[in-house]
């Protein structure tokens, strides 16, 4: 067997483990089997992952005694809304589910969400087992418990915290990702080295470039570490109230990015949200914040991975207006009292939080971010 590791949420009665390695597909059925209480689940999953991973897990489950049915969605962060969801559990109720009938997200951060807030809301909850197939998902949106869709309004609107019973974070899949999805993922690990962990992103430095080239030592390290930073976080804040806060450093600017270019292929999240990050340390050392050399060996580490630093980056996207990206900015969930919460940060590994901030200095830097003057 090939070297596995596996971390804990500590979260009481619902902890669950978090395994990290290879072959977890093969082995889906052992490794479930104990924490679910009926043996048939329900996989959902979307079209392009379906293609690449489906038979494995199928073959897996089959082999540990698990019965299966599938749900398989449209790819794409538009699958997110009000219509797919409601298709998700329609087709889910379909076939005849108990309460003790686990969900099985096989996918991306889309599939997670969205199978989370199904497991969340049908039958009044659901277990549900969390397989993601990305970076991205693996490192971030997978633990934690954050599930939900998109509104018109804004991303991650409707939604709930409901924890899964087991994550594995099966190393293997990420040979299938385009580099422009590995790179969308490298963002959240390098925002875990940014808001706490400057040893961190400082070996990042060197073994950035290797993990995004296919080394897989250096990816189920970045895996691993960035998991028990998650971990850790979600132990003692679950429903950001105040650290978990931080694990948001760079979504602020980043949803509302995204926002704008149609929450679509224009720009995945990741690439949202390392700009957010970037535009987070040039935000704080105009305030005086951070030292200033600092934003400048962020834009260097980003570039010697491929990372998009620069809104002028994001192929096809019409210029933006500040005015339009704050108001994006004031829709975000951390908003208080109306004042636009950000996560700052004054050297590598120094985020915190900022609720004092005046949105007319916002609004200015914003204004000089994308060249146009705030209407």
């Known amino acids: 067997m090939s070297r596995r590791d596996q971390l804990r949420v500590e979260l009481g009665d619902r902890s669950y483990d978090i395994v990290v390695g290879s072959a977890l597909l093969d082995d889906a059925g052992a490794l479930i089997a104990p924490v679910v209480r009926q043996k048939r689940a329900i996989i959902v999953t979307d079209e392009t992952v379906a293609k690449l991973h489906l038979d494995r897990l199928r073959a897996g489950l089959d082999k540990g005694g698990i019965a299966h049915q599938a749900v398989i969605l449209p790819p794409g962060e538009s699958t997110k809304d009000f219509a797919h969801f409601s298709k998700l559990c329609e087709d889910i109720l379909g076939f005849g589910i108990e309460r003790r009938t686990p969900l099985i997200a ?14 969340a809301t049908l039958l009044r909850g659901l277990d549900y087992v969390q397989i993601p197939t990305t970076l991205l998902s693996q490192v971030d ?46 963002a959240e690990v390098v925002k875990y080295g940014l808001i706490r962990d400057p040893a961190f992103y400082e070996w990042l430095e060197t073994a950035g470039p290797k993990l995004i080239d296919g080394d897989i ?45 149609g929450l679509g292929d224009v720009l995945l999240h990741g690439e949202g949200v390392a700009l957010g990050m970037r535009m987070a340390f040039d935000f704080s050392a105009r305030l005086g914040l951070c030292p200033k050399d600092i934003p400048e060996r962020v834009r260097r580490h980003y570039a010697a991975v491929g990372l998009p630093s620069n809104l002028k980056q994001i192929a096809n996207a019409r210029r933006m207006d500040a005015g339009v990206l704050v108001r994006h900015m004031a829709k975000d969930k951390k908003v208080r009292d109306g004042r636009i919460t950000l996560i700052l940060s004054r050297g590598i590994g120094a985020a915190f939080i900022a609720n004092d901030i005046e949105r007319p200095a916002i609004e200015a830097f914003l204004a000089d971010e994308t060249g146009a003057a705030v209407h």
């Open 106 to 119: 096989l996918g991306g951060g889309v599939i997670g969400d969205m199978t989370g807030f199904a497991a």
């Open 141 to 186: 949106s997978s633990v934690g418990g954050k599930t939900a869709i998109d509104s018109k309004h804004g991303k991650n609107l409707i939604g709930a915290f409901h924890q899964p019973v087991l994550v594995l974070a099966d190393i293997d899949t990420l040979s299938t990702l385009p580099r422009r999805e590995l790179l969308a993922g490298y």
């Open 217 to 261: 030592d250096a990816r189920r390290e970045a895996v691993l570490k960035s998991c028990a930073a998650k971990a850790a976080i979600v132990a003692i804040d679950e429903h950001e109230n105040g650290d978990r806060q931080l694990l948001n450093f760079g979504h602020t600017f980043g949803h509302a990015l995204e926002i704008e270019t």
